[in-house]
């Protein structure tokens, strides 16, 4: 079955800082990616619907210059945490549309946890 | 608004059958989605169902009904791997999907 793969699983970083979550499809073209945020025990938040070639579209209460999405290709999309802060430590999870299916299941990544100190 | 109702946690006996049920509130309606989720993993997906009826894939069936909003989750035989949080998601009409919070589910032997 489709594959999408995220890295890095885990990654600790200072406040302040920048960190880069990269999400891909493996062995299939994605034009749509879906970027979420859970806290624990919580359910998935969606942050941003990704597109290929356009900008970011943005969930409401989501800081578009805080979390840059860039869907530079069909199988790559990338978050972004600029100036992260504690209270952006969460876990953050990719999707992805097979093709251009409008329905249909999501394929999700493995998740990358992140911890801000 | 959307919106979607699902039990916050379930507690059933290894072996047993155990229903979740999902109630939703959408703009809209192409189909509706189960997920499963281990704690600390991403979600895994179970089911799709767009039309009234119920859906069986081996040990988990889906059923939907449409006019009244409302799909559930059966999980027959179950094992101590099935304690997971079980996602409900409706897919709207912006073909996007609106999460309920998820039902974890406990297994006891």
């Known amino acids: 079955g489709a594959v999408v793969s995220q890295h890095p699983s885990w990654v600790i970083c200072k406040s302040g800082t920048s960190v880069k979550i990269e999400c891909r499809s493996l062995d299939f073209q994605a034009t749509t990616m879906f970027w979420y945020r859970q806290f624990p025990k919580q359910s998935l938040m969606l942050m941003a619907t990704s597109n290929e070639g356009s900008k970011a579209t943005y969930e409401q209460g989501v800081e578009k210059d805080k979390f840059l999405i860039n869907h530079a290709s069909l199988t790559l999309s990338t978050l972004t945490v600029t100036s992260a802060h504690p209270e952006d430590s969460s876990f953050y999870i990719c999707?992805?549309?097979?093709?251009?299916?409008?329905?249909?299941?999501?394929?999700f990544g493995e998740g990358s946890r992140l911890t801000v100190l | 608004g959307q919106n979607i109702d699902q039990p916050t946690e379930m507690t059933a006996t290894e072996g047993a059958i155990v229903q979740i049920n999902c109630t939703y509130q959408?703009?809209?309606?192409?189909?509706l989605f189960w997920y499963q989720q281990h704690a600390g993993e991403a979600p895994t997906f179970l089911s799709y169902n767009v039309l009234d009826g119920l859906e069986e894939k081996g040990r988990f069936s889906s059923f939907l009904s449409r006019s009244k909003g409302y799909s559930y989750l059966l999980l027959k035989e179950l094992q101590m791997k099935d304690s997971a949080s079980y996602l409900c998601a409706a897919m709207d009409s912006n073909y996007q999907l609106i999460w309920g919070a998820g039902t974890k589910l406990i297994i006891k032997p």
């Open positions: 959408t703009s809209g309606f192409n189909g």
């Open positions: 999707s992805a549309k097979l093709g251009k299916s409008d329905t249909g299941e999501l394929f």
